[in-house]
């Protein structure tokens, strides 16, 4: 199959289809909206549903219902928008639930505005909701790894039943770049997804006899404490599996080594790539599971350098994980910008040059 020219937001609508998703709810919110706009149309396509919330409170419950049937869900929204999703996504981390979301980051804080930005680096990786609970986070640098990554969101969240996000920007959301679908088959009805013995289908279903419960409310301390940790142990088995990342000359001697992720990693990229052209020793590590963090990989590359600059478009999130990551080994600074400026590849060259010649 060729490739085919497509915007981010069509390209992540169309990889969740690829993956078996076959049930949408959400809401829209710039610059997130193309997606359900794209899949109100795709979802029937395939005999799936597309349903519109009345809010995006009302759409993290209604994957919560969706995922507890066993099917693959999806919501997709922005910034704020996950904000209210936030106790919908404590509950179903508490169910046990396997679902999928797209946070297409806008800026912030506040209402912020439809410019792309990482500033929800902390809500992400952090938790958002209440209680010990983690979300999965995969953070593509590409449209074309968009749709990698969400297809690996689907595998990730059937295998550790839980939420999986992929957090994106506004730029890979808006853009528009040639995408291989060949690797993602559209799935026939032989198809068959994970089997989910847990799922609510019903006490005669599959042979059954007994009934499945699917709950968040324990009022014991015991109990609680105990589910709790469950959760860590599965929580502490993906951070030993499922850590991600890309290096470009972290192998060597170097410097510097930039950390950054999604958009911003490639500007880093090429700013990178020009200054070893000028005979600058610069090497990159582009983290592309945000939580598991790979902070093994971030303290062995950070090793071979003289110091270390974490590149964000925010005001510094991302820097706490890679300090913790060098516990001290190295000096660790920031580059950043907030409010939806985006750093040049210039700007990025003369941060990197300053630290250099400091």
């Keep these: 199959m060729a490739k085919v020219l497509m915007k981010g937001n069509e390209a992540i609508g169309e990889a969740a289809v690829r993956a078996g998703c076959r049930f949408f709810f959400g809401y829209p919110i710039t610059p997130q909206s193309e997606v359900p706009e794209y899949l109100c149309k795709r979802l029937p396509e395939v005999g799936g549903a597309f349903v519109q919330a009345e809010s995006e409170v009302a759409a993290s419950n209604m994957i919560l219902g969706a995922s507890g049937v066993g099917v693959r869900v999806l919501t997709t929204s922005s910034s704020p928008g996950i ?159 499922e850590k991600r990342w890309e290096e470009v000359f972290a192998d060597e001697e170097v410097d510097l080594l930039v950390v950054s992720y999604g958009s911003m990693a490639r500007i880093c990229r090429t700013a990178i790539d020009r200054l070893r052209a000028q005979g600058r020793r610069v090497s990159l590590l582009r983290p592309i599971t945000l939580w598991p963090f790979p902070d093994e990989a971030v303290r062995h590359a950070a090793l071979r350098a003289r110091r270390v600059l974490s590149v964000e478009m925010s005001m510094g999130q991302m820097v706490e994980d890679v300090r913790l990551a060098v516990s001290g080994a190295r000096p660790v600074d920031f580059f950043g910008m907030a409010g939806g400026r985006v750093p040049t590849v210039e700007e990025v060259q003369g941060a990197v040059v300053k630290l250099i010649e400091a």
């Excluded at 709950?215 to 030993?240: F, G, H, T």
Aim: contains cysteine; hydrophobic residues 40%.
């Design 83 to 241: 904000s209210l999703m936030s106790e919908g996504l404590s509950y179903i981390a508490c169910c046990e639930l396997p679902v999928v979301l797209v946070n297409v980051v806008r800026s912030g804080p506040g209402l912020g505005g439809i410019l792309p930005s990482q500033s929800d680096y902390f809500q992400a990786t952090k938790g958002g909701g209440h209680g010990d609970y983690r979300l999965l986070v995969l953070a593509p640098a590409s449209v074309q790894e968009a749709v990698a990554l969400v297809v690996l969101a689907f595998e990730l969240a059937d295998r550790y039943r839980n939420p999986v996000m992929v957090m994106a920007d506004g730029m890979i959301g808006q853009m528009m770049e040639p995408v291989d679908f060949s690797g993602y088959p559209l799935p026939g009805p032989e198809h068959k997804q994970p089997e989910k013995p847990w799922a609510l289908t019903g006490t005669g279903s599959r042979g059954r006899t007994g009934r499945n419960i699917v709950n968040s409310l324990y009022l014991d301390p015991i109990s609680c404490n105990e589910v709790n940790l469950r959760l860590k142990r599965k929580y502490d088995l993906a951070a030993q599996q």
